[in-house]
């Protein structure tokens, strides 16, 4: 007889199955399959008819179908980079539910894709503009031009080859981190090509609010995970939280339930904060290749343009009483962008600003609707209006504005007006990133899935490491879309794990986090020298 034999005969419990390994390998189902395709088929038409039917609507004759072949490229890299950007990091969502078997592989990255297009769909545009303020200046001003396209191309392949190597080692590093990699590689290139100090090519205070962004969200994943687990030990007794699960079998229903929900919150989350990302970047080639439909915003009611004059009206009073004495002969673009670029306030800054402010309320009057806007200005109506915000935007940060407090509330009244006009985002925009982002989820995730779940700690993933981890990643993610912040997602959720794991006492794989570590030092440098060698030869090509 054996020994587990006789413990059974002797009336002993049967000894515990350690966890097991979920099964990874096993694949969808041809409906499944059917239906992947058939969404994205569905989702290419939908594209296809919304630009058909923009276009149409502007009346403006095609008389060239090059700018509509330059758009399917650049579309289908953005839309790349958001698929790609969907199994590197949506895998993070899920690894917590495989692990503790709470849902079956297959069904979870399904779950998690679903929730990442509902995340996008309800996003709310702030990240997205966010990142496209970061772009050299006048470069957004000639996004039609082949520095534009050099540029978006530049930014867009760089951070899919970085996503792309890093997913291949199975190493959890951010794609937000790799796409403000790329913006800063292009700027500095760019500032560096107009003979230019490398430095002056880059927001850098936008730039440092968002690394402020990236650096902490890990600290906060971490610390939060940690702290959170341990307040469950404090308050929640059940042992059946804090062990692992025994062999295949699935967690007591509760836990399930709150496992479920907090991967699907994750996925929510990262849809709603990095699906923008692309979508800024799409904004950017509609306005390059078909100004007439997405340069200004002719959805918006003639309601809004009208009040739109009364604020512009006390904006441009504000600014000239401050440029009192001083007088603008010629154009006044040259200037502002000089302040934009510089950061630094000059004679002409003011009284350039307030000619500038005046000729867009000029150009809005004469039209009395922003789809009235005749094809052949509609460019250099938007320009004008995303010029003026961009100074008043660096004007409220400046310590030398001299500005009281009911011409700040004035200023920024002003701008939410240029930004409604010339910061927004099509329906089927949200649509297709969407798509690409939900797809990608379902494809290539299982190499990050395992680092996660796997190789970050040195015993298996229990309930409540998972439950925490991912609590603490869905409140930090949404804390920063509310802020209008790119986080990372991998980075809340792997070090939120290993923060779980080290206060459970359950070890780290030093191997693994040594790697992590230098996938997040790298990202940057990387990123930054891929971009900027890309630009400079896309520049030249174009």
């Known amino acids: 007889m054996t020994d587990v034999a006789f413990d059974r005969a002797v009336g002993d419990p049967a000894p515990v199955q ?82 503790t078997h709470s849902l079956p592989a297959e069904f979870a990255v399904m779950w998690s894709g679903l929730f990442n297009f509902l995340g996008v769909l309800t996003s709310t545009g702030a990240v997205a503009f966010g990142i496209v303020s970061l772009l050299p200046v006048e470069l957004i001003l000639q996004v039609g031009s082949s520095a534009g396209f050099a540029m978006v191309f530049a930014l867009l392949i760089a951070a899919i080859l970085w996503n792309l190597g890093t997913w291949f080692f199975g190493l959890p590093a951010s794609s937000s981190h790799t796409l403000i990699g790329s913006i800063i590689g292009v700027g500095v290139a760019n500032a560096m090509m107009r003979g230019r100090d490398g430095t002056s090519g880059v927001d850098w205070g936008k730039a440092t609010e968002i690394g402020y962004a990236l650096l902490l969200s890990p600290l906060v994943g971490f610390i939060c995970a940690a702290g959170l687990l341990l307040l469950l030990k404090m308050i929640i007794k059940n042992p059946a939280l804090y ?149 008043i935007r660096f004007l409220m940060k400046d310590k030398e504005n001299d500005l009281n407090k009911d011409e700040v509330a004035t200023l920024n009244a002003y701008k939410g007006g240029l930004d409604s006009a010339t910061k927004f985002i099509p329906t089927w925009v949200k649509v297709a990133v969407a798509i690409a982002l939900g797809l990608g989820t379902m494809v290539g995730w299982k190499r990050i899935v395992v ?42 959720l792997s070090s939120g794990v290993a923060g779980a794991m080290a206060a459970n006492g359950s070890g780290l794989q030093v191997a693994t986090i040594r790697n992590m570590v230098m996938a997040w030092v790298l990202t940057l440098p990387v990123a930054i020298l891929l971009s900027g060698t890309l630009y400079v030869i896309f520049s030249r090509i174009f």
């Open 243 to 391: 062990s692992a699960p025994e062999g295949n079998k699935a967690p007591p229903i509760w836990i399930r339930g709150l496992l479920i929900l907090t991967c699907t919150g994750v996925s929510f989350a990262h849809g709603s904060n990095d699906g923008q990302k692309g979508m800024g970047l799409i904004m950017l080639i509609l306005i390059g290749t078909v100004p007439t439909a997405y340069a200004l915003n002719r959805a918006l009611p003639e309601s809004q343009v009208a009040q739109f004059q009364k604020v512009s009206d006390a904006a441009s009073k504000v600014i000239a009483a401050k440029g009192a004495g001083h007088a603008i002969i010629g154009d006044p673009r040259p200037a502002v962008t000089q302040y934009i670029t510089s950061h630094h306030i000059s004679e002409g800054t003011y009284p350039s600003l307030s000619v500038l402010v005046k000729d867009v309320g000029d150009q809005v009057a004469r039209y009395g609707s922003l789809n009235k806007v005749p094809a052949e200005v509609v460019g250099n109506t938007r320009n004008d209006m995303y010029l003026t915000s961009e100074a």
């Open 18 to 99: 350690p966890a097991s390994r979920p099964n990874l390998d096993k694949g969808f189902n041809p409906l499944t399959m059917i239906l992947f395709f058939g969404v994205l088929a569905a989702g290419l038409l939908y594209v296809a008819y919304s630009i058909y039917a923009d276009v149409d609507a502007t009346g403006a004759r095609v008389t060239s179908y090059v700018p509509f072949i330059l758009l399917f490229v650049a579309l289908l890299i953005a839309l790349g980079f958001e698929f790609v950007n969907g199994f590197h990091d949506t895998a993070n969502a899920v690894a917590t539910v495989i692990y």
């Open 451 to 492: 680092t996660v779940g796997e190789k970050i700690g040195k015993t298996h993933l229990t309930y409540a490491q998972g439950a925490s981890a991912e609590l603490v990643a869905a409140g930090t993610i949404f804390a920063a879309d509310t802020f209008g912040l790119p986080v990372s997602t991998t980075h809340v």
